[in-house]
């Protein structure tokens, strides 16, 4: 009808076209065959109501439908509904223009709705409670939402758009109004802007609202809500956390419910990003409302802005006083009632004699002041829990800023301002968790005394056939009139204590293979080799063993009843392998070097040293005869037992069978040089008897003393130790004597070896720069357990210590690699990227 009123082409005299004509016809026969529609007027009792609105808008009508709703009953009753024709004016606006037009229209309605039902010169006015206003555009409650908590981001809105804000905010001012999203297909007043049939209408939610929860759509339960005054300002007495310029005007309306920080203090990494992170957020409330204020300073006068360092200030209160509130919350009870008896005071308060500051803060009080002005400061410390994250935070940083202190310059510097409940046990225990502090203070792991292992208890009655390899050198020798270093290949039979020695004229892998086979054709095939982490030994060792698995040398093996050579290395950074190694190997060595001394020997003289030593050594004894046990009178010194025994069977007659290569006595003085007819020989052995004379000398004047100091040189050997385990994941510094502490570098545990009593004496630890090492315990400094980072990846599994792969530790793959390989991918599978 509005249509044909307002075609322009058509006057008051002219006749109507067909189709106009059909039109209205149809028009005319859908009114005049459409029964009385009927509202029901009642509502009910004078109980308490809300007032609800919806509105909806299209290119030619816009309007509202208005229902009481009563909140005892939850029933809808139909009150009005009020339409108007888009006109000139309005015809270029947008849907959502149209759409904020039919808003404001809403809110006028509703206003004069409820004048008319609750206002003063109502007779018996109804409780109306609350007044809801639904729309079904997300574009105007934006608009309404950035006008209300938003203030700086209306600069891009249009004069129309601004105007009927305003409008709206101004109507708002006498009566708050919540504005709600609905779902088109829910809304009641879409059947105000489009023609419908008696049936369509009846068959709608026009009369019968959308107000019940079942209702309403659930997507609308996740749409944005807008009241209108904003209910974070302070108007008519309401109190805000927004207004609040000090921190306990904010949080004593909360005293006793259950809060927490508004961020977890374990995302922090120290008190001052905490306290940082509360200033930034401060910092953009008091930037809101230096905008606000300026916009209208007479509608916002009440808000208390504050400069920026003022805001650290109340980032510091606020982030103490909320951890107050968690850990004493009795505490703020008492001082939050108005009347308190003696009986009910907490017993901390009775104990530290606790106020709240200004701030509201807990202090305790105390009788030093350091002023005399008591209004200005009192020395005063803050309380704060010991069970506190805060407190742990608070107290690490201190640390670090005292550059690593100890417990009781730490101490010192905290109880300046801060007082904590079982303080010097509280300081400890966190300071234990200070990594660079476990780096300079922490022990390397300690082990007990453990039985010996099978190789020793219940040895095989063979020579050398178990062994341990180490090396000695270099040794400056003379060989074909040249200067040249040599070494020493030491074999040590872990049964009988036999030592024997091979020339090695460099330390490669070949030349230790063909000393071990020299060794082999000399005392046979070893069974067990121990050795310690030379290169050399080990890489020879890895050769013979990888040899020794191939089928046909274990067929072989087999068939003839032999073993094959176990090979197993000592640990780096142990002091002491096995002790019944190290006294011989050093036992050698200070033959040698105390022989030799700055001597240059050529290289058979050496040669001749050499198996002259080897001969010594081997006839030292190692244990005794029985016949101490037995009273026989005719034996007063028991026999001794020698490896040289142990190996031949009997002790070896020897003799120098070499003229002249006995020292020269020094009391002939009739002896002369000249006339002795073998003065060649005697001056090519100069050097030689020289090196023998030094060598008996030492070997009888120290050797024998030697055994029995190294028995008993450690007091403390069989004491018990604290020992730490350690397992795989641990994070570890290993222990270098050339090193500072500072500078020890970092592993990470992957596999640990075991004794018989459960200890670790070994670990393999793979360093930051992906090399793995074998370390002993005593060389291994416990930094991090793995319980202590549970978000850490490490795989809890024994790894093959020849294995290159680490899917425990290996970085996550870039983006842009990820992209590379997919579309590799793509190219291969389907021949386009």
Known sequence: MHSLQCNKEIGWDNRLSEDLLREWNNIAKQLNSSPMISVNRFVGRRDMYNLIAYTDSSRSIYGCVVFLYNLRTKKTNFVMAKNRFVNKQLESKSIPSLEFQAVSLGTEVLHDIRGELSGSNCVEPINIVGMDLYTDSLVCLHWLSAHVTKFDKLRNLSIFVKNR????????????????????????????????SYKQLMNSNFFSGTVAEADIDVFASDMMEVTIPNTLLREEGISSSFESSNVHVATESVVGEDINHLVSMDSFSGFKSIVSVHRYVIRFINNLKIAVKMRDPSKYSHFNCLTDEETLSEAYNFVIYRDQQIHFPEVFKYFARSSNAVREIPNIISQLNIYPDHNGILRVRSKTA?????????????????????TKKLILEMHKMTNHAGVYSLLTEVRKNFWVSHFFSTVKKIL?????????????????????????????????????????????????????????LCITCLWSRAINLKLCFDMTVPTFLRALQLHIWEYGTPQLCFSDMGSQIVAGTNLISDFLRDPDTVQYLQEHGMRAVEFE?????CNQLGSLVESCVKLVKRLIYGSVRNTVLNSLDFEFLIAETVHLVNRRPIAFHESLRDNNPNEVIPAAITPEILLKGYELVSLSIIPNLQPLPDSDPS???????????????????????????????EFLAKLVHQATNVGSRYKPVSHENLQVGDIVLLKDVHLKPANYPMGIVKSVQMNSIGETTGATVMKGNKERVNRHSSSLIPLLSINEYSHSKVVHRQEDEHSNEDLA??????????KGVRKTKNLYLHGDA
């Not at 305003?166 to 109507?171: A, F, G, R, T």
């Not at 005399?372 to 704060?384: A, C, E, H, T």
């Not at 530790?809 to 990820?818: M, N, Q, S, V, Y």
């Open 165 to 196: 804000l305003d409008s709206i905010c101004k109507m708002c001012e006498e009566f708050p109004i919540k504005f709600k999203f609905c779902a088109g297909s829910k809304n009641p007043a879409d059947a105000i802007t489009r023609p419908l």
């Open 809 to 818: 530790l290996k970085r996550p793959k870039r983006l842009a690699a990820l």
């Open 370 to 390: 350091r002023w005399k002005d008591r209004d200005k400061f009192m020395f005063s410390p803050i309380l704060l829990s010991k069970d506190s994250v805060l």
């Open 432 to 488: 234990k968790a200070c990594i660079n502090c476990r780096r300079f203070h922490r022990h390397a792991v300690k082990l007990n005394q453990s039985p010996y292992r099978d190789f020793r208890l219940e040895p095989p009655n063979i020579p050398f056939r178990s062994i341990f390899l180490d090396y000695l050198g270099p040794y400056y020798i003379k060989y074909q009139g040249v200067k040249t270093k040599i070494w020493l």
């Open 569 to 573: 290395q000592y640990y780096k950074g």
């Open 671 to 701: 002896w002369t040089p000249s006339k002795d007819p073998l003065e060649h020989i005697k001056d090519s052995y100069s050097k030689l008897r020289k090196s023998r004379s030094c060598l008996k000398d030492i070997y009888n004047s």
